[in-house]
């Protein structure tokens, strides 16, 4: 079993920067891929960005914006939030998988409670 905590949310101004965290802890060994989603009130889930390895995968939407990175010492995967808009507040989860599900959220098998990120105008 994997449990997944995030933390960094909050609320910012747009142009602002947020950095996420998600902690994995328990059988982490089993898990090669983790990524972040998010969701607004009213839409589905989106995938945000994920990392498996060395390979990264971004949403159009924050490409160029947002940069997951991942130290595997510490069990850490980390949301880098640059230049947020408006249109970036939604819950944020994090989830882990076995295998480069990139951003698919049927390809993960665990997730965190979420974190909430609130970007003002």
């Known amino acids: 079993q994997v449990q997944l905590v995030e933390s960094g949310g909050g609320s910012v101004e747009a142009g602002g920067s947020l950095r996420l965290s998600c902690v994995a802890s328990?059988?982490?060994?089993?898990?090669?891929?983790m990524a972040w989603f998010r969701q607004a009130p009213g839409k589905e889930r989106e995938g945000v960005a994920s990392?498996?390895?060395?390979?990264?995968h971004y949403a159009d939407s924050v490409s160029g914006r947002f940069t997951i990175s991942q130290d595997n010492a510490k069990n850490t995967v980390y949301l880098q939030m640059n230049s947020l808009k408006p249109e970036d507040t939604a819950m944020y989860y994090c989830a882990a998988g076995s295998i480069f599900g990139r951003l698919n959220p049927l390809e993960y098998n665990y997730w965190g409670q979420g974190t909430q990120v609130t970007v003002s105008s």
């Open positions: 990392i498996y390895n060395f390979a990264r």
């Open positions: 328990g059988y982490t060994y089993s898990i090669n891929n």
